[in-house]
């Protein structure tokens, strides 16, 4: 029987030792690596939580939403992230108060993190030879999501979660969740959509809504940011960066993804008239050792309670 491997041929393409000229800038633009760059809202793009800003608003205290939502979660009654959602729909307190127009304005009392623009515009524009398309993916409402970054994010880059109403304003039902795995399922939809492949993402987030999320993009070799100390998250991401400005995110995008060393960075920081003035690079252990307790001395403390 003949050998059929050793009848295969291998063709290899002869390789380009340069640049290919690119005629027209439409073929330049063509060109470039494009990524998907995609950002959780609550604490990674503001400094505080839609729900507790949502709450203030509806006059019901931020004690209250707090107490009902650690609630929820310690449940694990609905998808983490999601219990904002779960409160407006079921919780007759909010239920009875929230009218479409709170949402929106709870999201122009929403403190932003400064810079969100300049990041925007950073990582759509300016990058050589890549291009980042911006998305915003949160649990949070996507009325509230909307109107905190109108003029910075376009709309139809701002995935969040999705009721209907009826005509009084009042909530009539979930759409859609954008919590936990629902990030997963935005995440696909914007790679089916862009024709990009799942290596060319990069997720950042800060809470155990973003877990899914970032197990999912590592999986498929994308790069993930946590922007937190996130007891669950920062073990996950592929690095983690912590900074008031919307910008410490491009940090980690700049050395990971285009490979720029941090003069690099600095210059281009400067040249858009920023200044890095402190950048700690730190690894931190977090360790508790106790004493072996040996089983006797177990036995005898536990008579003695
Ligand atoms: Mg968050």
Redesign the pocket.
């Known amino acids: 029987m003949p050998n059929l491997r050793s009848g295969w041929v291998c063709r290899t393409m002869p390789q380009l030792n340069h640049q290919p000229e690119f005629d027209t800038m439409a073929e330049k633009i063509a060109a470039r690596k494009r990524y998907i760059f995609a950002s ?5 793009l503001s400094f505080n939580d839609s729900g507790y800003v949502l709450s203030e608003l509806l006059g019901i205290p931020t004690s209250e939403y707090e107490r009902k939502a650690t609630g929820m979660a310690k449940l694990n009654l609905v998808q983490q ?1 999601g219990e904002l959602a779960y409160l407006l729909l079921h919780d007759p307190e909010f239920r009875s108060r929230v009218r479409r127009e709170h949402l929106y304005e709870a999201g122009k009392r929403v403190r932003l993190k400064p810079n969100i623009d300049l990041l925007y515009r950073f990582l759509s524009e300016d990058l050589e030879g890549y291009r980042f398309d911006f998305y915003v993916i ?1 649990a949070g409402p996507v009325e509230v999501l909307r109107s905190a970054l109108e003029g910075i994010i376009p709309p139809e880059h701002i995935y969040g979660t999705e009721f209907e109403y009826n005509d009084a304003g009042e909530i009539e039902r979930i759409l859609q969740v954008t919590a936990g795995y629902g990030k997963v399922a935005v995440i696909d939809q914007l790679l089916e959509t862009l024709k990009t492949g799942p290596d060319r993402i990069v997720y950042a ?3 155990s ?2 877990i899914h999320v970032m197990l999912h993009v590592n999986r498929r070799d994308g790069f993930t940011i946590a922007v937190s100390q996130n007891k669950y998250l920062a073990p996950i991401a592929k690095r983690s960066v912590i900074g008031d400005s919307a910008l410490a995110i491009l940090v980690p995008i700049l050395e990971e993804v285009m490979g720029w060393d941090s003069v690099k960075i600095r210059e281009s920081f400067e040249a858009k008239g920023l200044l890095i003035q402190q950048w700690d690079k730190v690894q931190t252990d977090t360790l508790t050792i106790v004493p072996i307790v040996a089983p006797e001395e177990e036995a005898s403390a536990a008579l003695a309670e």
């Open positions: 959780d809202f609550d604490h990674t992230g949160s987030g800060d809470g809504s973003d």
